[in-house]
């Protein structure tokens, strides 16, 4: 039972265009929620995050938005760039939940020069 | 000045092998995650420690023992590996008390049961 799911197995972006990613979750415990950054061989990095109470969140290129009442959040990155072609996983976790990361599939994020 | 280091980052042997694999932090974390990410490419959470004490385990093998010295490590020992044991381990830690995210994760073990 997924309970964080990212439908979108890749995306493919122009340099410069701005690159949306999906995200959408089950558990309505879930107060907290992140996105992840992973480039082969290495370990999942963060990159930016949202509580339940706000709807938005911005951090330079990124900004993540979070529609509750639909159970789902989205990542923007504008512009984006080739160097940030690698996989984006959506997570989420909540103090009820045991604060154990629940993380989507992942989404592979290509930007083309 | 890695913050969350695994060893090793590959791993090859054989059904039926015992094998380790090893965790340290130094960013004094309270909190260390093993975490396996399956061929389909989910991370899906094995066990949490909090300060040597297991607070989370997952629904895993018994075959499957984590094993916490002291709050910068965590180790992973599988016995009896089998071929659905192929995959990447994440090794994690966070401070409990810090931002709800917070999570370090460390590059990855590559295990391959053959």
């Known amino acids: 039972d997924q309970q964080v799911k990212q439908n979108s197995p890749s995306l493919s972006v122009q340099e410069g265009r701005i690159s949306i990613l999906n995200c959408d979750y089950t558990?309505?415990?879930?107060?907290?929620f992140l996105w992840y950054k992973k480039y082969p061989a290495e370990g999942p990095t963060f990159l930016i995050s949202?509580?339940?109470?706000?709807d938005k969140n911005e951090d330079g290129r990124f900004t993540v938005f979070l529609n509750k009442s639909a159970k789902h959040l989205s990542l923007h990155i504008v512009p984006s760039q080739p160097g940030d072609s690698a996989v984006y996983f959506c997570?989420?976790?909540?103090?009820?939940?045991?604060?154990?990361?629940?993380f989507g599939a992942g989404t592979i994020l290509r930007v083309k020069s | 000045d890695t913050a969350v280091s695994q060893t090793p980052k590959y791993l090859v042997t054989q059904m039926g092998n015992d094998k380790s694999i090893k965790c340290e932090q130094n960013?004094?974390?309270?909190?260390m995650y093993w975490y396996k990410q399956d061929s389909k490419k989910f991370l899906k959470i094995m066990f949490s420690?909090?300060?040597?004490?297991?607070?989370i385990n997952e629904t895993v093998p018994n075959r499957f023992s984590p094993k916490s010295p002291d709050k910068a490590h965590l180790n992973l020992h599988i016995n009896s590996l089998e071929l659905g044991d192929s995959a990447v381990y994440f090794c994690?830690?966070?401070?409990?008390?810090?931002?709800?995210?917070?999570?370090?994760f460390g590059s990855g073990t590559r295990l391959t049961v053959v």
């Open positions: 994690a830690s966070r401070q409990s008390r810090g931002t709800p995210g917070g999570y370090t």
């Open positions: 558990n309505s415990m879930f107060d907290y």
């Open positions: 949202i509580s339940s109470i706000k």
């Open positions: 997570a989420a976790n909540g103090m009820e939940y045991g604060n154990k990361l629940v």
């Open positions: 960013l004094g974390h309270d909190t």
């Open positions: 420690y909090n300060n040597k004490e297991l607070i």
